[in-house]
């Protein structure tokens, strides 16, 4: 059982009884006094942070004299949009701020279990499948928006009406399989991590880990850029006007 972080003991100490309240509305009991568990207590430290980096960004924000901050998020934006219009298309613009937010927080969230002190929230399921409910409801919505009631279940109906009853259970139950393999990706990948890197830290205490702590930085960003892209590829595939 993992031990207590000093966040996840913060929090327990000064903000049990909102916790207890609100998982008393879902019929959850926690172990009184300790509601707040450290995947939970990271993703709010996780939250904190992010929201204050970009108060700060915003503040600073510069046009003539970009800072090296701005220009950095600035990059990863455009690169974000760039895959965002090869994959979606006409239209595209106005989804990449979702894809954005949804890379640079699942991001610091994975690199948050490299800082001694911390996990990365990522590691316990109930984060990654958060992330993933929101990217299900996020495409389903927009969906519905862009194509119509009608018209975007007749998607999932398939190209030829007499293969319809076949095809929409089928679609119906690929699209609801979609959170799931979203958050067991990202979660055993980064649990792996975590775990992997604990163990080497435990066992040889230097040198070795760093390496090990590199290739933990490595499957963050590819692991946040994975989700980010299939995202994408969800949004696409929801609001795209095919021609017969």
Known sequence: MHHELWFTALLNKYFAAPAEWILSLGGYHAEHGKPWSNGHAMLVLAAII??????????RLNCDKPGKFQLTIEAVYMFLDEQAR??????YKKYVPFFATTFLFILFCNLMGV?????????YYTIPAGFAIA??????IHGFREMGVAKYLGHFAGPMWWLAWFMFPLEIISHCIRP???TIRLYANMFAGEEVTIGFMALVPYVV????MGLHVFVSFLQAFIFTILSTAYVGGAVAHEEH
């Open 180 to 182: 799931v393999s979203l």
């Open 135 to 140: 990217t299900f409801l996020n495409y389903n």
């Open 115 to 123: 800082v001694p002190g911390h996990e990365s929230p990522t590691m």
């Open 50 to 59: 992010v929201m204050a980096a970009a108060a700060l960004l915003r503040a």
């Open 86 to 91: 090869e994959i979606i298309g006409h239209g």
């Open 209 to 212: 880990p760093v390496a090990v």
